[in-house]
Nanobody
Framework: QVQLRESGGGLVQAGGSLRLSCAAS????????MGWFRQAPGKEREFVAR????????NYAESVKDRFTISRDNTKNMMYLQMNNLKPEDTAVYYC??????????????WGQGTQVTVSS
């Protein structure tokens, strides 16, 4: 049973940066694609970024492209999301997801508990 735990969230001013981490345990996550989703208050959970098994192919939502970078280290069972030039609209709870395939809509697979990111204007 794969368990995911996010960390690195916090409060930052607009234009600032944060790096989220997702620690995986309990299973071979190197065999799973991984991704980040987020959910703002009153809104549905939305896709942010995803990365393939080997970590050499990544996709991003248009709203975060050129500002966020997803990466993974299979030797450490870790995934990261480097977020630069943060905007108030990036405020949300960010979730880590692992599954055989990560679609751009929330699906099944394994989910973490989330980490809060708040961007002040």
């Amino acid at each position: 049973q794969v368990q995911l735990r996010e960390s690195g969230g916090g409060l930052v001013q607009a234009g600032g940066s944060l790096r989220l981490s997702c620690a995986a345990s309990g299973g071979a996550t190197s065999r799973l694609a991984m991704g980040w989703f987020r959910q703002a208050p009153g809104k549905e959970r939305e896709f942010v970024a995803r990365i393939n098994l080997s970590g050499d192919i990544a996709n991003y939502a248009e709203s975060v492209k050129d500002r966020f970078t997803i990466s993974r280290d299979n030797t450490k069972n870790m995934m990261y999301l480097q977020m630069n030039n943060l905007k108030p609209e990036d405020t949300a709870v960010y979730y880590c997801n692992a599954d055989r395939i990560i679609f751009t809509i929330p699906g099944s697979g394994y989910w973490g508990q989330g980490t809060q990111v708040t961007v002040s204007s």
